[in-house]
């Protein structure tokens, strides 16, 4: 696994979809045909300067998306342009959007290393649980040695928790959230004992909002595709 930090693709975006029904839907009684339109929808994505990060299938985690693709990328141009791709593609004609943010990696304001665990090199993890997140009002008027504080307190609380990475970006002014979270781990529950631990943290106070939150399994495009009903 590469340990060093690579500030070539600070942008990321989380796009999920559903998978349409009536004469849109997927053909399901044709397996090559699925595979075509995975591979044909994975150039797409990956024809400019995008990376796919991660494909996951959400079947079962939530009835409005089946479908979750991360990019990542170094504007959001790039990442834009990669939708904007996909959406052309057969496979993009049967998916309608759900739930689509992007952020970009800032540094942070008390712990420099802190940096998303994707642009580390490390790879991509087996689940991932993605999610947008507001402060309160007040947290920005707060002492930024108590702010420290309790994001310190934070840090420590999942100290026990270092197979499950966090990926961490700024949303301010680029949709309805501040910052979006990306956690992954190669066991689903380290992640739900993680989020359980994280409730006792006095920054949960000023948490006002955290909605939606998406879960979904890693799984090569062309497995996604074929989970589609």
């Given at each position: ?98 739930w689509t943010s992007i952020g970009v990696h800032r540094e942070a304001e008390f712990n420099k290393a802190h940096v ?64 979006l979270l990306a956690f992954e781990a190669d066991e689903l529950t380290r992640i739900v004992d993680l989020m359980r ?6 920054a949960r106070a000023h948490m006002r909002e955290e909605l939606p939150f998406l879960a979904g399994i890693r799984k ?10």
């Amino acid at each position: 696994m590469s340990t060093q930090t690579d500030f070539t693709n600070l942008y990321a975006i989380y796009a999920s979809f559903k998978a349409a029904r009536g004469h849109r839907r997927v053909p399901n009684d044709a397996p090559e045909v699925r595979a075509e339109l995975a591979a044909e929808a994975e150039a797409a994505l990956t024809g400019g300067d995008a990376i796919l990060r991660a494909s996951y299938s959400t079947v079962g985690f939530r009835a409005e998306a089946d479908v979750l693709l991360w990019l990542i990328g170094p504007s959001a141009d790039a990442l834009q342009d990669a939708l904007v791709a996909f959406n052309r593609t057969r496979l993009g004609q049967a998916l309608d959007p759900w739930w689509t943010s992007i952020g970009v990696h800032r540094e942070a304001e008390f712990n420099k290393a802190h940096v998303p665990a994707y642009l580390e090199g490390t790879p991509a993890k087996k689940y991932i649980s993605v999610y947008p997140f507001v402060r309160s009002l007040e947290w920005y008027l707060l002492d930024p040695a108590e702010r420290s504080q309790m994001l310190r307190e934070h840090g420590m609380m999942a100290a026990g928790y270092k197979d499950v990475r966090a990926n961490t970006i700024s949303a301010f002014s680029l949709n309805d959230y501040e910052w979006l979270l990306a956690f992954e781990a190669d066991e689903l529950t380290r992640i739900v004992d993680l989020m359980r631990d994280l409730r006792g943290a006095k920054a949960r106070a000023h948490m006002r909002e955290e909605l939606p939150f998406l879960a979904g399994i890693r799984k090569p495009l062309a497995d996604v595709v074929a989970d589609l009903p």
